[in-house]
């Protein structure tokens, strides 16, 4: 057990399920440096407990109920950004570690990290660091370089409307359903405008689709 070294880091969890939720409360009472200030079981009660308390981290899954982790780290970026984000999921995917990074996250971890590994990367995010779970790490890496894209000529200009508003979402980490949904469009409607818009981008990988979209947008 480490001991407390100053303010403790104030820390909100949100998570669907009760008993992940009381297990981190459990396993955080052995390290004093660590304050679970509050919980949350939806992405809207995680938005809502953020503003409330402004926790110094907030430790969040990645699929909730009613939303995306994504979605609430957007939110939660804009409306309190002084409290840090961390994913705790059992999603190790590519496209999900990227989707988190490019709303902000601060930390992406997998829920098998052991419990001191788990409290120093709080702490780290807390001190202005990133973490990315090890696990992941080299994965994320090649598919960062493997984003590369062709430089010659504008091809967003290439893209539809309804084409761009497909590849945002995609960028937002938003799955073809979901995508679906908030166009009011059918799941296989949504299928081919991605398919045209890989084609169009000359990529093969969501993920460099939405790193294409996050590189227009920052320009």
Known sequence: MQ????????LLIVDDHEVVRAGLRMLLKR???????????TAEEGIAETQRIAPDVVLMDM???????????????????HSKIVFLT????????????FAGADGYLLKEIAGEALVSAIESVARGQSILDPAITRAVLDGMRSMS?????????????QEQHVLALVAEGKTNKEIAAALGLSYKTVKNYLSNVFQKLQVSHRSQAAAFFVSRVRR
């Open 31 to 41: 390290w004093p440096n660590i304050e679970v200030v509050g919980e949350a079981g």
């Open 3 to 10: 001991a407390s070294t100053g303010d403790a880091v104030r």
């Open 149 to 161: 894209l062709p430089a010659a000529g504008p091809k967003d200009s290439l893209l539809s409307p």
């Open 63 to 81: 699929r909730l109920p009613d939303a995306s982790g994504v979605d609430a780290c957007r939110e939660i970026r804009a409306n309190t950004p």
């Open 90 to 101: 059992a999603f190790a995917d590519e496209d999900a570690v990227l989707a988190a990074i």
